[in-house]
């Protein structure tokens, strides 16, 4: 009896073994258990949300380690020293496309998030030339665009001010039409009201997307959940989300087609359907309608909530701590004077206001997680390792920005960090809200460019302040795709 039970571990514990045993040369990390992987270990490693408990198991198991998710070995990186060694090479710059992705995608790799090889170089290189010449990343056109936006919130917020000097403003998506319009201008050559309901409607549907999942949580584990239970998992209502965007987009497209003009091209849409015209009849050209909606729709995504979500941060921060909205508010009055329009040309003069962003962008953490990559083309080395090809890799982002023993004291919001003698801005590579190497971000100027002015106007031209007899706002994100501080009230003061 003794050695039939002896006899039946042993075989479970070969079982065990012979099931979760990781392919040779992966990375170390907690050992898996059957079906449900490294889950339990995630629960128990003392952090609510995917990327913090990841930051937990590295601690522990390594700035490169394998965690098992659903059925997939995932490859997570926790250090800027292996992201910066690794995400410049071409094999670890591919992304998934799994079944839930293609029907999002109209069953192809379409657009620019998913794209890789050289599809995506082709499509990244097209795209930033166009913006480009369309005044993305150049100084005087992108400060042109943004000011005209810049221009339209004030003077709401103004107008909003009964006694033409305070108002108490809700901040959730404060500043997602108007960060949009900036993208738009290059993208569609259109701009939308502040108040255009449909456009307010469709931006709901893009907080919905970014808001219904989290890199690492339960339903990228376990795709099929989707399927089992597409109510209850929120798929029903993404893929109808989808859906209205990309008809938004079609319609838009199609508008764009009607009134071709023969003028030269004014927005990237005219510069991308000459193109389509131009590989006509090549079955193989992804130059298409269907590329041109789905690139659109990535910029859409990828470009608005991620800004506005900063923006509401670094006000969140300032009416959280005074003293530091009074420094910048001082240094901004020193530097520009109270009857100058700020330009990008102060950045440099600024380096209070500087390490002030630097800090709302380490701390709020907008995109902890980036969006996985994948191993591609061939196995990759690294150091005594080798991952193989189509293996996940996880940028965890967030445990750069928290790493204790770069930064001491993470969790404090603390610009100073950033300033030496209380003067002189020092730049720190280990903070990188965009991503390292081949797929960072593509929007990173603009969104900086955009960051900077929308920023300083604002703390220039009013005063943010909690609302008194209310509890402070909490700094604790709301969990998405990007994080976005809970809905909060502040009290807006007209300093001018
Ligand atoms: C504060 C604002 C922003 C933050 C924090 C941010 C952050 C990021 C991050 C972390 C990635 C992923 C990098 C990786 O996978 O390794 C990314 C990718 C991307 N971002 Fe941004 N982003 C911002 C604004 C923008 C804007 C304004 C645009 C559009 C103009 C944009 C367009 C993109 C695109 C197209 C990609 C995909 C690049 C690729 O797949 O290779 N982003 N961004």
Not at 83 to 101: A, C, H, Q, Y
Not at 148 to 155: F, K, N, Q, R, W
Not at 259 to 271: A, H, R, T
Not at 474 to 488: A, D, K, N, Q, R
Request: charged residues 25%.
């Amino acid at each position: 009896m003794i050695v039939e039970g002896v006899l039946t571990l042993g075989f479970l514990f070969l079982v065990w073994i012979i099931v979760t045993k990781r392919k040779h040369g992966l990375p170390p990390g907690p050992m898996p258990f059957p079906v449900i992987g490294n889950l339990p270990q995630l629960a128990l490693s003392g952090a609510k949300r995917p990327y913090a408990a990841f930051h937990n198991l590295a601690k522990k198991h390594g700035n490169i380690m394998t965690l098992r998710m659903g059925a997939a070995d995932v490859v997570v990186l926790s250090s800027y020293e292996v992201m910066r060694d690794v995400l410049g090479k071409e094999e670890w710059s591919g992304r998934i496309f799994e079944e839930s992705l293609k029907a999002r995608y109209l069953n192809q790799r379409l657009g620019i998030l998913f794209l890789e090889g050289e599809a995506y170089k082709d499509q990244r290189r097209f795209l930033l030339r166009h913006l480009k010449d369309l005044g993305f990343g150049k100084q005087n056109s992108m400060e042109s665009m943004i000011s005209v936006e810049l221009h339209e919130l004030t003077s709401r917020l103004r107008q909003r001010m009964a006694d033409g000097r305070q108002a108490v403003v809700c901040m959730h998506n404060y500043f997602n039409l108007s960060v949009l319009n900036v993208l738009w201008s290059m993208i569609a050559g259109t701009r939308y009201s502040h108040d255009d309901e449909k456009l307010l409607a469709l931006l709901e549907h893009v907080d919905m997307l970014m808001k219904c999942g989290s890199v690492g949580n339960l339903s990228s584990m376990f795709p099929i959940l989707r399927k089992l239970a597409p109510k209850l998992t929120g798929e029903e209502k993404q893929l109808e989300a989808y859906k209205l965007l990309q008809n938004f987009l079609r319609e838009l497209i199609q508008e764009k087609k009607e009134i071709e003009d023969g003028n030269p091209e004014k927005c990237f849409l005219d510069i991308y359907l000459k193109e389509i015209d131009k590989f006509q009849g090549d079955s193989t050209s992804l130059y298409t309608e269907d590329q041109l909606v789905m690139l659109c729709f990535d910029m859409l995504l990828a470009g608005s909530e991620t800004t506005s979500n900063s923006l509401c941060f670094a006000i969140l921060y300032m009416m959280l701590y005074p003293q530091v909205q009074d420094e910048v508010h001082k240094e901004l009055v020193g530097v520009v004077g109270t009857a100058n329009t700020i330009s990008l040309d102060y950045r440099h003069k600024l380096p209070y206001t500087q390490a002030v962003l630097m800090e709302v962008l380490r701390l709020s953490n907008v995109s902890p997680a980036a969006i996985p990559h994948t191993i591609m083309e061939r196995d990759a080395i690294y150091k005594d390792y080798k991952i193989p090809k189509d293996t996940i890799v996880m940028i965890n982002l967030y445990s750069v920005h928290m790493n204790k023993e770069h930064w001491i004291d993470p969790e404090a919001f603390r610009p100073e960090r950033f300033l030496h003698n209380g003067r002189r801005l020092i730049k720190d590579e280990h903070v990188i809200p965009f991503g390292v190497g081949k797929r960072s971000c593509l929007g990173e100027s603009l969104a900086q460019s955009s960051l900077f002015l929308y920023f300083t106007t604002l703390v220039m031209n009013f005063k943010f302040e909690t609302v008194p007899g209310h509890l402070s706002p909490s700094e604790e994100p709301v969990l998405g795709f990007t994080l976005s501080p809970m809905p909060y009230n502040t009290v807006v003061t007209c300093r001018r």
